[in-house]
C-alpha cells in the first residue's frame, strides 16, 4: 500500500459501489425476474410450448421458465436463513409481490389481459405464494434459534 493510502480509497470506493449493487438488488424479490422471463417468454416466442432443439437436447421455454423460478426462489430463501437476524422485511417483499402476481392472475381470469390467463402464469404464482410462506417460517426458525442460542 502506498503511504498516501490510495489503496485504501480504491478498496472503500469499490466496497461503496458493492453495497449500493447489493442494496438495489437485495430488496427486488427473485420472482421480479420471472415476472420479466414469463413476459419476454409470452411476448417472443408465439408457442411457449414449442420444443428448441439444442443439439441432442429438446427443451420448451416453459420448462426453462420453470428451471429459473424454481432456482430464484431457492437461492432468495437465503436471504431469510441467515441466523439471528431478522429479515422479516426480504419476506413482506416477496409476500407483497406474490400478492401483485395474485392480481394480476385474477385480472386475466376476468378482464381481457390474456397473457395472464393460462397454466404457466399459474403455476409461477402458486411457486412465489409457497415461496413467501416459507421465508415467513424459515425467518421465524432462525430467530428461534437464535434466541435459544443466547440463553
Known amino acids: 500500500m502506498a503511504p498516501d493510502g490510495t489503496l485504501a480509497t480504491v478498496t472503500a470506493v469499490a466496497a461503496g459501489k458493492r453495497n449500493m449493487f447489493k442494496t438495489v438488488f437485495h430488496w427486488m ?4 425476474y ?4 414469463f413476459l419476454g417468454i409470452e411476448l417472443l416466442a408465439g408457442d411457449v410450448r414449442g ?6 437436447y429438446a427443451v420448451s421455454p416453459v420448462e426453462i421458465l420453470y428451471s429459473f423460478a424454481f432456482l430464484t426462489s431457492t437461492f432468495e430463501l437465503l436471504k431469510v436463513s441467515t441466523p439471528a437476524v431478522d429479515s422479516v422485511n426480504e419476506a413482506i417483499v416477496m409476500a407483497l409481490f406474490a400478492g401483485l402476481m395474485v392480481v394480476f392472475l385474477v385480472l386475466g381470469l376476468t378482464t381481457s389481459l390474456h397473457i395472464f390467463r393460462n397454466t404457466e402464469f399459474l403455476v ?3 411457486m412465489a405464494l409457497i415461496q413467501s410462506g416459507f421465508a415467513f417460517k424459515l425467518n421465524s426458525r432462525t430467530l428461534k434459534r437464535s434466541i435459544v442460542d443466547t440463553r
Open 124 to 126: 409461477i404464482t402458486f
Open 34 to 37: 420471472v415476472f420479466l422471463l
Open 51 to 56: 420444443v428448441i432443439s439444442i443439439g441432442p
Open 29 to 32: 424479490p427473485s420472482f421480479v
